[in-house]
């Protein structure tokens, strides 16, 4: 089991960037999978992100190819997702998501989940 604490979201226009961070707890974060989903008012969540456990192999929505980039750092427990060139479409509470195991873009795979952070990005 892994804590996970979401940072960083905000208020943003449109074109501009933002950073999230999530800060997990526990000794074993570098055996975790992370991924980054986000879902937005009356909609189903969505998967964004996901990194497996060395940063070694990635995954992104097509939706946000070229411009989030996901990272970890196994010595702070933490990994980030670095969103450039932000859209309105882009609001979302965006979570992070711990899985023991490989990598995956399945949220239902995911057994650990922060409490999410709103990302507001207007046009």
């Known amino acids: 089991q892994v804590q996970l604490v979401e940072s960083g979201g905000g208020l943003v226009q449109a074109g501009g960037s933002l950073r999230l961070s999530c800060a997990a707890s526990?000794?074993?974060?570098?055996?975790?999978?992370l991924g980054w989903f986000r879902q937005a008012p009356g909609k189903e969540r969505q998967f964004v992100a996901a990194i497996n456990w060395s940063g070694g192999r990635k995954y992104n929505a097509d939706s946000v190819k070229g411009r989030f980039t996901i990272s970890r750092d196994n010595a702070k427990n933490t990994v980030y997702l670095q969103m450039n060139s932000l859209k309105p479409e882009d609001t979302a509470v965006y979570y992070c998501?711990?899985?023991?195991?490989?990598?995956?873009?399945?949220?239902?795979?995911?057994?650990?989940w922060g409490q999410g952070t709103q990302v507001t990005v207007s046009s």
């Open positions: 998501a711990a899985h023991y195991g490989v990598v995956t873009t399945t949220a239902g795979s995911y057994e650990n």
């Open positions: 526990g000794r074993t974060f570098s055996s975790y999978a």
